[in-house]
Each structure stands twice: as C-alpha cells, then as structure tokens.
C-alpha cells in the first residue's frame, strides 16, 4: 500500500499483512479485534486492540497484520483534535538484554 490515506475500513483475515511504504506520521486505528506492527529500523513491535491508535513513526516499510482472527483497520492522517495514540511496544528478544 502507498502511503496515501484510506478511511475506508479494511478488515484483515488472520495472518493477513498490509505493508505500508512511506508512511511515517500516517495513524494506523484498530477497530476491531488486535494488530501487530513492525517498523523497518525500530527494535520495538507494536500491537494495538480495538479503539487504540500508533503513528508510524519511523520512514520506510511498515507491516501491519492480524495475528489472531480477524481484524479492521483504518489508515489516516493525525487529527489535531484526536486524543494521543497509545500502544504497547514489545522489544524483540535479542534486545531485552545485552549479547554476552
């Protein structure tokens, strides 16, 4: 997917994956069920459940998925009036703890 701006919601099937290019500062809205989103150069995974928001806030490729069931998603530009996106971040294991 471009990083062009879809507030159409799309419903993903599990496993399912939209890859967005380019789309540092786009909202990605849960709403329904839970993403997972992994940012090319960020250590972090994302995941995010129903009525929950992320910028994207890294340039390049960016996964979004479904990892469980089915979810909706919306893709859309930062409103100003919006509340402040929150989401979970999950390190990667080989990060949790310096190599040896």
């Keep these: 997917m471009s990083p062009q701006v879809s507030y159409i919601p799309r419903r993903l099937?599990?496993?399912?994956?939209?890859?967005?290019r380019g789309g540092r500062g786009l909202v990605v809205r849960c709403l329904a069920g839970a993403l997972w989103i992994t940012q090319d150069g960020d250590t972090d995974d994302i995941v995010i459940k129903?009525?929950?928001?992320?910028?994207?806030?890294?340039?390049?490729?960016?996964?979004?998925?479904?990892?469980?069931?089915?979810?909706?998603?919306?893709?859309?530009?930062?409103s100003r009036n919006a509340a402040p996106c929150k989401a979970q971040r999950y390190p990667l294991p080989g990060r949790l703890r310096p190599a040896a």
Aim: charged share 15%; with cysteine; aromatic share 6%.
């Design 50 to 78: 129903a009525g929950q928001c992320f910028v994207l806030d890294c340039p390049g490729l960016a996964l979004v998925s479904s990892p469980v069931g089915f979810a909706t998603v919306v893709i859309e530009q930062p």
């Design 13 to 20: 099937r599990a496993r399912e994956v939209l890859d967005i």
